[in-house]
């Protein structure tokens, strides 16, 4: 059996996952609507797999478990399964439906709402099921048509990836192709009751009839297996190991001879038909030619009259003609065939733990996208040795594009060639140009250092008041602490944003610490100066309107960049942008190891950070990357925004719970919306 799953986005409030067990007898298109769907549909993957089934009615009974499981939960379950051991199928469905493609027809085997149906019957070689929940109904058709027209059910699931993953359902989706690519049961016992196909509706229904929940728990195990006192089977008893191992080698000859046949049959019959038809014509074109007067030929045309014999031989040699090109026909489909199957086969790992990468976004996308990735590569490797089996490698070619694609909606990877304009700060001043920038995630002040001008932005209903800071000898950095701003400049001063006339009131002298300084930062009580000149980071402590000398916070020996520093955030530990593209981190007074990790693109030029105590992640700007990039703590990539209206962005303010980052330009402040 080979299995190609394809799931959808998941959602907080939705998850779907295809489960196949190690020895392939249980599959499973599940997916779960709700609140923690996520973390409900894994503990529903941990029942699966701990409930080793060896017999429908225990098939039945997890499935049984998993509905009133969910129903506690008030979650809704949806799921279509199979449960197969050897030539012998139990199919079932619960807010799901299953299609099945048997030679030439295609169908709906098995589907139903809020109630659980169950049907039994038998797998044959070639057979193509397909597994899903309700929220794919939408793609029935085209699975349909797909089968009919031929197509292999890795082809199928590839050409709906993106639709599935741009449905508002997607997180509800699962799908599961199955197909026999091989029948190991001999077929000697007495098979149970098989699909019929029913070529006028081109539907599908067992002898068996469909038996709802309520009813299903009156089959006993003795009516699925097979009956010890059956003839066939005593008989089969008294094989030898020996006569087993010959037999089962000719049980798998006879279906590839059978398979071979079936592809073949349209073939001959068509055959038929044309030297049916030559027949006819040939015969009506003799009747026809007798009853034609010959006269006298001209001198200039000879005509050589054309007898049946000659005609028949014609006929032979258009027959020959038409015999090699079907033949040489038959034999280029079974060796692109044969190629297509040593793809799918090749690959078939491969799509499964794309699929499981998938299903981790939602708890651990980092790792995810690095799986998908690494999955990826070795993809694009394995297509690479495919190149003398075009078929082969037209398959992979597919398959590959799918994951890209897949990859690329969740790679946290996006480009806009224009940003959406947060607010126009020319709006309030025609010549305001902001070259600082501080925020305390409500409210943003934005700085012209050369007027010694601030525009007070109330983030949330853009309320904006304009603030003369004349007063300051010097202004070269700020930040704001709740309400209140501080400034860096001939020591460090401080205004309440409160107060209806906010005036400058200095707090700290101008010293040796401060003179020299060039950024301030600030985290709980504390004051961050970091002075290039001085060699060092200087700390203050805050207690109201006092603060304390500066301590040099450095402890000996440490080496920084200082003429390359960029800018400075506190959240307990110190982050520090550079003008050559790294991030620096110091705990306690010392540098620590930070490497980036997931980049595809390392950073190369001035950075801009910025970061909170409370937040998971650091923000970054590198304007002359035209990006944005959000990484964790301890350095995985997270998501990258490019845009060329980040080309001369200079500041940076974050805010994490809106999931955005304001991008300061000039006059314009830009909405980057993660």
């Not at 008030?74 to 030679?103: H, M, P, S």
């Not at 000149?533 to 200082?562: A, E, H």
Request: hydrophobic share 45%; net charge negative; with cysteine.
């Amino acid at each position: 059996m080979q299995v190609f799953p394809l799931v959808g986005l998941p959602q907080f409030n939705g998850w779907s996952q295809v489960l196949v067990d190690h020895d392939q007898r249980l599959m499973c298109a599940l997916a779960v609507e709700g609140q923690n769907a996520g973390n409900i549909g894994r503990d529903l993957v941990i029942q699966v797999q701990q409930a080793q089934l060896e017999t429908p009615t225990q098939f039945y009974a997890l499935l049984q478990k998993l509905i009133t499981l969910t129903q506690e939960l008030e979650v809704t379950f949806l799921c279509a399964a199979a449960f197969i051991i050897e030539d012998q199928a139990t199919y079932a469905t619960f807010n799901g439906a299953i299609i099945l493609k048997r030679q030439n027809k295609v169908g709906t085997l098995l589907t139903s709402g809020l109630e659980l149906k169950i049907i039994q019957g038998s797998v044959v070689f070639d057979d193509l099921l397909v597994l899903s929940t309700n929220a794919a109904q939408a793609f029935f058709g085209e699975i349909q048509q797909k089968a009919t027209q031929g197509y292999e059910a890795e082809i199928i699931m590839n050409s709906l990836v993106s639709a599935v993953h741009d449905d508002t359902a997607s997180a509800s989706i699962s799908l599961a192709f199955l197909e026999v690519v091989k029948v190991e049961k001999l077929q000697l016992l007495k098979p149970m009751t098989e699909v019929q196909i029913h070529s006028a509706s081109l539907t599908h229904s067992l002898e068996t009839a469909e038996i709802s929940s309520k009813f299903l728990p009156e089959i006993k195990p003795e009516l699925i297996s097979q009956p010890d006192n059956d003839p066939q089977t005593a008989d089969l008893r008294t094989v030898t190991q020996s006569s087993m191992s010959s037999l089962a080698n000719v049980a798998q000859l006879k279906q590839v001879v059978l398979g071979f046949a079936t592809r073949l049959k349209p073939l001959i019959k068509s055959l038929l038909i044309l030297l049916r038809s030559l027949k006819a014509n040939s015969l009506h074109f003799f009747q026809n030619l007798k009853k034609i007067p010959l006269s006298k030929a001209s001198s200039e045309v000879s005509i050589s009259p054309v007898t049946p014999r000659r005609f028949k031989r014609l006929l032979i040699l258009a027959v020959a003609v038409v015999a090699v090109i079907l033949i040489g026909s038959l034999v280029w489909q079974n060796r692109r065939r044969g190629q297509i199957q040593a793809a799918q086969l090749a690959s078939e790992s491969l799509t499964r733990d794309f699929a499981a990468a998938q299903t981790e976004l939602d708890q651990d996308p980092v790792t995810a996208r690095e799986k998908m990735q690494t999955i990826i590569s070795e993809l694009e490797a394995l297509e690479n040795n495919f190149e003398k089996q075009p078929a082969g490698q037209k398959l992979l070619q597919t398959k590959l594009a799918g994951f890209k694609e897949s990859y690329q909606s969740v790679s946290g990877r996006a480009e806009f060639s224009e940003l959406p304009v947060f607010f126009d700060l020319s709006s309030i001043q025609s010549d305001f140009i902001a070259s600082e920038v501080a925020s305390n995630g409500s409210t943003g002040v934005f700085i012209d250092i050369d007027k010694k001008e601030a525009i007070i932005l109330e983030l949330a209903t853009k309320q904006s008041k304009r603030v003369f800071m004349n007063s300051l000898p010097s202004l070269i950095d700020a930040v704001l602490q709740d309400t209140q701003l501080l400034t860096l400049g001939n020591g460090i001063h401080q205004f309440n944003l409160t107060d209806a006339e906010p005036s400058m009131t200095q707090v700290v002298a101008a010293g040796d610490s401060n003179r020299e300084a060039k950024l301030l930062s600030a985290f709980s009580d504390y004051l961050y100066v970091l002075n290039p000149v001085r060699r060092n980071i200087y700390r203050y402590l805050r207690n109201g309107d006092q603060v304390s000398d500066p301590i040099g916070w450095l402890k000996p020996g440490q080496s920084l960049p200082y003429d390359q520093l960029t800018s400075i955030r506190v959240d307990g530990d110190v982050w520090l942008g550079t003008k050559t593209g790294e991030i620096l981190k110091l705990s306690l007074g010392e540098s620590v190891d930070f490497v980036v990790t997931g980049l595809a693109e390392p950073f190369t030029s001035s950075l801009m950070v910025d970061t909170q105590p409370e937040w998971q992640n650091i923000y970054v700007l590198e304007p002359a990357a035209r990006r944005v990039v959000v990484l964790s703590k301890t350095g995985q990539f997270v998501k990258e925004v490019k845009s060329a209206s980040l080309a001369s962005a200079t500041q940076l303010v974050a805010d994490e719970a809106q999931g955005k980052v304001l991008a300061i330009s000039g006059s314009v402040v830009f909405d980057v919306s993660l």
